[in-house]
């Protein structure tokens, strides 16, 4: 069963993950994707590790804070990235990955303490 205090985590990672992925979807429909290249780039590392991230907490990986410890810092990139366009999807990601970084954050002071 997953460690009831790891569930706020696992819950941001997944909201950011369906956020990026969104956000790599429509930044592929933009007149100049080009442009948004780094952020779709990002988008998909981010998706990719909120998932696994999520996936090791819900078993209790033993990697788990090691992995949050990364996916935190693929947020800050992914989130500082989504920040810098104007578009309505480019913030909500944005958001979701400053959320996601503070709980993986979390999770991590919190698993060092058990």
């Known amino acids: 069963m997953t460690d009831p205090t790891f569930q706020s985590c696992i819950d941001a990672c997944l909201a950011c993950a369906t956020a990026c992925n969104h956000c790599a979807a429509s ?6 994707v080009k442009m948004m290249a780094r952020c779709i780039q ?4 981010c998706a990719q590790i909120c998932s696994l991230s999520a996936a090791y907490m819900a078993r209790n990986s033993e990697f788990a804070g090691r992995l949050c410890d990364l996916c935190a810092q693929v947020c800050d990139a992914c989130g500082a990235e989504c920040a810098k366009h104007e578009d309505e999807h480019c913030k909500q990601c944005a958001e979701a990955c400053r959320r996601c970084a503070e709980e993986c954050r979390r999770m991590m002071s919190m698993a060092g303490s058990m």
């Not at 930044?27 to 100049?32: G, I, V, W």
Request: glycine share 0%; net charge negative; with cysteine.
């Open 27 to 32: 930044c592929l429909q933009e007149e100049d």
């Open 42 to 45: 990002l988008d998909m590392d």
